[in-house]
C-alpha cells in the first residue's frame, strides 16, 4: 500500500492483522459517529455544537481501547481447573510479541472465559491511583435456557412488576422486595447500599460539586470533573447491577416475570420539576434494562416491557385515572374510591404487572403471516 506521507517506523512494522483490526476501529468511530448525527445526538444541522464535531477528525486517546482477535492475542489457561485462577496471554505489540503475560479473574469469570470465549478482546489500559493496570475485555457467548412458560404468566400475580422512578430507583409490586430495596437504594434510606447516604443523596452530592467545578472551568477542575464523572459511572452501573441481581433473583426463586416499563424514550416523556430533572437524567435507567434483561435471559425468567403511561396515575383498586389521585411523591389516593395505596411506586409497580399478561400473550402469540 503506498501512503502520500511516510508513515511513523512504528506503524511501517505493523502486522497486517493488527493494522486491520486499528483501520475497522477508525470505520467504526466513524460509522458510529454519522449514525448519531442522523439521530440528532450532536444536536440539530446547522447547530454550533453540531459543527464542532463535524468540523474536527475523531482523535483516538493512546491508551484507547485497542481489539484483538485470536490471532493477535491468544489465551493460554492454566492446566489446574479446580483453581481456576487464570493463564497467561501471548499479545502482539509493535515491539514484537509478549509471551507469558499473566491474567487473572474471579473464578467464575476464569471458568466462563475457558469454555465460552468467543470472537475478540478489547485491551483496555486504565490509570488506577496512578499505575497503569491493563484490563483485558472478552466477550463470551452463553447459551441461555428458555424461558420459563406456564399457566400462571396470564395472570398478573405471575409476574413482578418494576417501577422505575426518581427518587426510588426501582421499586417492585412484591411487598417484600419492594421495602427491601426501599430500604437500601430508595430516597429515604438511611445509609444506602454502600453506607455512605442514600443513592439519591449522593446523586445530589455529586451533582453538586460537578456544577461547582464546571464552574471553575480550570485545567485540573476538568481533570478532577473526568475523574468523578468515572467514579460516578462505576457506582451507578454497581447500584444497576445489585438492584437486577436482586429482583433476578427473586423472580427466578418464585418461579415469576418480570415486567418493567418500556424505556424508549423515558426522558422525554418524564417531566420533571428542575431540581429533578438533572438527578434523572444522570441515572443510568437504560443501563438497568439490559442489566435485567440479561440477568433474567440468564437465568430463564421471561420479561416483558410494558407502556407505562398513566402507570402511576391509575387506581388499581377502581381503575380511575387522575393526575390528581397522586398526591405526593409518596402517596396515592384515589379520588373516585379513595382507595389509598400503601406506597405510590409500589402502586406504579403493580400497575406496571397487571399490563405483563396482555404483552407477554402478543410477544409470545405465533405471529400471524
Ligand atoms: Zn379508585
Not at 94 to 116: C, E, H, M, W, Y
Not at 144 to 165: C, F, K, Y
Not at 235 to 260: L, Y
Request: aromatic fraction near 4%; glycine fraction near 8%.
Amino acid at each position: 500500500m503506498q501512503s502520500p506521507t511516510p508513515w511513523p517506523a512504528s506503524t511501517l512494522d505493523c502486522g497486517a492483522q493488527a493494522a486491520q483490526l486499528c483501520i475497522r476501529k477508525v470505520a467504526d468511530a466513524y460509522t458510529t459517529l454519522a449514525s448519531n448525527l442522523g439521530s440528532g445526538r450532536h444536536g440539530v444541522p446547522g447547530s454550533t455544537r453540531r459543527q464542532k464535531v463535524q468540523a474536527h477528525p475523531i482523535r483516538f486517546r493512546s491508551l484507547g481501547a485497542q481489539p484483538f482477535d485470536d490471532r493477535c492475542l491468544s489465551w493460554i489457561h492454566d492446566a489446574d481447573t479446580d483453581t481456576d485462577t487464570g493463564g497467561s496471554v501471548s499479545i502482539w505489540t509493535v515491539d514484537g510479541r509478549l509471551k507469558n503475560l499473566r491474567f487473572t479473574g474471579k473464578p467464575d469469570q476464569i471458568a466462563l472465559l475457558r469454555t465460552s470465549r468467543r470472537g475478540e478482546t478489547d485491551l483496555v489500559l486504565r490509570r488506577c491511583r496512578g499505575t497503569l493496570t491493563a484490563f483485558l475485555i472478552a466477550s463470551v457467548v452463553v447459551p441461555e435456557p428458555l424461558a420459563s412458560t406456564g399457566a400462571h404468566l396470564h395472570s398478573s400475580d405471575g409476574w413482578i412488576g418494576v417501577d422505575l422512578g426518581v427518587e426510588n430507583i426501582a421499586v417492585t409490586s412484591d411487598r417484600p422486595l419492594a421495602r427491601e430495596l426501599l430500604a437500601t437504594d430508595g430516597a429515604g434510606a438511611p445509609d444506602g447500599a454502600a453506607g455512605r447516604g442514600s443513592v439519591k443523596d449522593r446523586r445530589t452530592r455529586n451533582r453538586e460539586v460537578r456544577q461547582k467545578l464546571q464552574r471553575k472551568n480550570t485545567k485540573s477542575a476538568k481533570r478532577l470533573l473526568r475523574i468523578r464523572a468515572r467514579k460516578e459511572a462505576r457506582f451507578a452501573a454497581d447500584v444497576n447491577h445489585q438492584i437486577s441481581k436482586r429482583i433476578v433473583a427473586e423472580a427466578e426463586r418464585t418461579g415469576r416475570g418480570i415486567a418493567v416499563e418500556d424505556l424508549t424514550g423515558i426522558r422525554e416523556r418524564v417531566r420533571l420539576r428542575k431540581p429533578q430533572r438533572a438527578t434523572h437524567a444522570s441515572w443510568t435507567f437504560a443501563q438497568l434494562g439490559v442489566f435485567l434483561t440479561y440477568k433474567a435471559a440468564r437465568a430463564g425468567v421471561p420479561i416483558v416491557r410494558v407502556d407505562p403511561a398513566y402507570t402511576s396515575q391509575r387506581c388499581t383498586a377502581c381503575g380511575h385515572v387522575d393526575k390528581r389521585n397522586r398526591t405526593s411523591q409518596a402517596e396515592f389516593v384515589c379520588r373516585d374510591c379513595g382507595f389509598t395505596a400503601e406506597h405510590a411506586d409500589i402502586l406504579g409497580a403493580d400497575n406496571i404487572a397487571l399490563r405483563a399478561p396482555a404483552t407477554w400473550a402478543q410477544s409470545t402469540a405465533p405471529s400471524a403471516a
